[in-house]
């Protein structure tokens, strides 16, 4: 069976360069082992039509990746207006920042039957379509609109948040209508499934049975599937990094400093302002710490057309200037704010020289920082991650020191225990966490929800057939039921 994978964002094989989000670094090691076709945005847009934008190719590993520009007329609409100015901010619990007009709508639409027609190309009898995140909501329902009787899967990296705040999305409704046309929608928690459950319930009176809901576009799966981290390789990737001059740089200026590291977008979601103040209480709190601890902050820009992201940049470089204006010293800086991405391969480097790992969203989907950070540790001497409850990481990373990240004081007190820890407990944290990233690799979540996509897709037919849904109820690697 060929696998055919889209998503806006598409990662490139090239180990040295920054990456920008999770989801693009999170594909990659599996399209280049699985041998899918991994289909998004060129990141150009132009006028030509689906048929003769022209698809770049390029090889993955055992997969490909082609790359199509998106039509120049609706990108703005869809990309900064409708994804990341109504959707965004409401899947983040952020309904005072959702913007839309019913242009943004049009041109989202727009650019879902786009990506839908150019899908035709790769339209075999034995394909199946996994479409990823919130840009393409309802490229299921164009796709089934052209025809495509194949199974179609639907993954969702972000949170999906309680009825009300979606509901602050214009059209949501008829969004949520059309997933109804994959064949299996996946979410990161049993949170969000609930979330989602719950709107089919109360907006369309759809209820959920094993696992399946049943509705007039025939049977849809719904379940949790946490995505994981290549552990192993990102292990590996995060020893080879001590050789790398950026690495061994950071470590050589920090003497006999001792280093806390957060990596994230410039995003709201990321809670980079009550860090940022967390630190500054920990500082006033336990002025010992000074001189001997500071923060390295990779904030790398993101989405900055959009006024609420422009507006937190802005914030951010004020209130990091303030901080280490007042606890600075001439031969130390409480921050190390950084406005640039880097590599996978250098931030497996950084994130083992950090004895703290502070990974404090407000909402996240699940937040692969954290399970990277745990991953490039040193099993002699790991560091201690200290993380947001809101994360999706958090219902894997228990033995993690979880905070709530609106208790600014908690998490300076927090961050103080970290570094604190002795080694015995840190090791005692890391190896549970690590047991439980071996238990839900990238590799295990991809395979996962293939299968289960195959399955359902399959029980679809016979329920076509019979009228009665037929999937079995699904088991996670370690054997629970999903519903
Ligand atoms: O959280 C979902 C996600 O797809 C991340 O993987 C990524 O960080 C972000 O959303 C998309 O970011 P961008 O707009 O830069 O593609």
Redesign the pocket.
């Given at each position: 069976m060929d696998l055919v994978v889209v998503s806006?964002?598409v990662a490139r094989a090239k180990a040295n360069e920054p990456m920008?989000?999770?989801?693009?670094a999170a594909l990659l090691p599996v399209v280049e082992k699985s041998g899918a076709i991994w289909i998004g945005s060129s990141g150009k847009v132009s006028d030509t039509s689906e048929k003769d934008s022209p698809l770049k190719i390029e090889q993955l590993g055992a997969g490909a990746l082609a790359m199509l520009d998106l039509p120049a007329a609706h990108y703005g609409g869809y990309y900064e207006g409708f994804a990341?100015s109504a959707l965004w901010p409401a899947l983040h619990s952020r309904p005072d920042l959702i913007r839309a007009s019913q242009d943004d709508y049009t041109s989202y639409r727009e650019v879902n039957a786009f990506m839908a027609r150019a899908l035709t190309r790769f339209k075999k009898p034995a394909a199946a379509f996994w479409i990823q995140?919130y840009h393409f909501l309802a490229l299921g329902a164009e796709l089934r609109k052209l025809g495509f009787k194949n199974p179609l899967g639907f993954f969702l990296?972000?949170p999906w948040p309680a009825r009300a705040v979606i509901a602050g999305v214009p059209h949501h409704r008829e969004l949520i209508e059309a997933m109804l046309s994959y064949d299996l929608i996946g979410f990161q928690t049993e949170d969000d499934v609930e979330n989602f459950v719950r709107c089919l319930k109360m907006d369309f009176g759809l209820q959920l049975h094993d696992g399946v809901v049943m509705s007039r576009f025939g049977t849809t799966r719904i379940g949790a599937f946490p995505i994981g981290i290549d552990v192993e390789g990102f292990a590996a990737q995060a020893r080879r990094a001590a050789s790398h001059p950026d690495v061994s740089r950071l470590r050589m200026s920090l003497g006999g400093e001792r280093l806390a590291i957060g990596v994230d977008?410039v995003d709201y979601s990321k809670g980079l302002v009550n860090r940022i103040a967390a630190f500054d209480r920990l500082f006033e709190i336990e002025p010992s710490f000074k001189r001997e601890v500071s923060l390295l902050q990779i904030a790398t820009p993101?989405?900055g057309t959009i006024e609420a992201y422009d507006d937190l940049q802005s914030e951010l470089a004020r209130q990091v200037t303030d901080v280490n204006g007042r606890h600075g010293e001439v031969d130390w800086i409480p921050i190390r704010y950084l406005n640039k991405g880097f590599s996978q391969s250098v931030l497996g480097g950084f994130y083992r020289a950090a004895q703290v790992g502070v990974v404090t969203p407000l909402q996240d989907?699940m937040n692969l920082v954290a399970k990277e950070y745990v991953a490039a540790q040193n099993p002699a001497d790991p560091g201690v991650l200290v993380l947001s409850k809101f994360a999706g990481a958090a219902n894997e990373l228990d033995a993690a020191l979880q905070v709530n990240p609106h208790d600014i004081e908690g998490m300076a007190r927090t961050i103080a225990t970290a570094l604190s820890m002795p080694v015995q407990e840190r090791r005692m944290r890391w190896e549970s966490m690590m047991r439980k990233l071996r238990a839900g690799t990238i590799h295990q979540w991809f395979a996962g929800f293939v299968d289960t996509l195959i399955e359902a897709h399959a029980a679809q037919d016979l329920t076509a057939i019979s009228g009665v849904p037929r999937i079995k109820p699904l088991r996670t690697a370690d054997g629970a039921f999903l519903h």
């Amino acid at each position: 069976m060929d696998l055919v994978v889209v998503s806006n964002r598409v990662a490139r094989a090239k180990a040295n360069e920054p990456m920008t989000g999770g989801l693009a670094a999170a594909l990659l090691p599996v399209v280049e082992k699985s041998g899918a076709i991994w289909i998004g945005s060129s990141g150009k847009v132009s006028d030509t039509s689906e048929k003769d934008s022209p698809l770049k190719i390029e090889q993955l590993g055992a997969g490909a990746l082609a790359m199509l520009d998106l039509p120049a007329a609706h990108y703005g609409g869809y990309y900064e207006g409708f994804a990341n100015s109504a959707l965004w901010p409401a899947l983040h619990s952020r309904p005072d920042l959702i913007r839309a007009s019913q242009d943004d709508y049009t041109s989202y639409r727009e650019v879902n039957a786009f990506m839908a027609r150019a899908l035709t190309r790769f339209k075999k009898p034995a394909a199946a379509f996994w479409i990823q995140d919130y840009h393409f909501l309802a490229l299921g329902a164009e796709l089934r609109k052209l025809g495509f009787k194949n199974p179609l899967g639907f993954f969702l990296h972000t949170p999906w948040p309680a009825r009300a705040v979606i509901a602050g999305v214009p059209h949501h409704r008829e969004l949520i209508e059309a997933m109804l046309s994959y064949d299996l929608i996946g979410f990161q928690t049993e949170d969000d499934v609930e979330n989602f459950v719950r709107c089919l319930k109360m907006d369309f009176g759809l209820q959920l049975h094993d696992g399946v809901v049943m509705s007039r576009f025939g049977t849809t799966r719904i379940g949790a599937f946490p995505i994981g981290i290549d552990v192993e390789g990102f292990a590996a990737q995060a020893r080879r990094a001590a050789s790398h001059p950026d690495v061994s740089r950071l470590r050589m200026s920090l003497g006999g400093e001792r280093l806390a590291i957060g990596v994230d977008r410039v995003d709201y979601s990321k809670g980079l302002v009550n860090r940022i103040a967390a630190f500054d209480r920990l500082f006033e709190i336990e002025p010992s710490f000074k001189r001997e601890v500071s923060l390295l902050q990779i904030a790398t820009p993101s989405r900055g057309t959009i006024e609420a992201y422009d507006d937190l940049q802005s914030e951010l470089a004020r209130q990091v200037t303030d901080v280490n204006g007042r606890h600075g010293e001439v031969d130390w800086i409480p921050i190390r704010y950084l406005n640039k991405g880097f590599s996978q391969s250098v931030l497996g480097g950084f994130y083992r020289a950090a004895q703290v790992g502070v990974v404090t969203p407000l909402q996240d989907g699940m937040n692969l920082v954290a399970k990277e950070y745990v991953a490039a540790q040193n099993p002699a001497d790991p560091g201690v991650l200290v993380l947001s409850k809101f994360a999706g990481a958090a219902n894997e990373l228990d033995a993690a020191l979880q905070v709530n990240p609106h208790d600014i004081e908690g998490m300076a007190r927090t961050i103080a225990t970290a570094l604190s820890m002795p080694v015995q407990e840190r090791r005692m944290r890391w190896e549970s966490m690590m047991r439980k990233l071996r238990a839900g690799t990238i590799h295990q979540w991809f395979a996962g929800f293939v299968d289960t996509l195959i399955e359902a897709h399959a029980a679809q037919d016979l329920t076509a057939i019979s009228g009665v849904p037929r999937i079995k109820p699904l088991r996670t690697a370690d054997g629970a039921f999903l519903h």
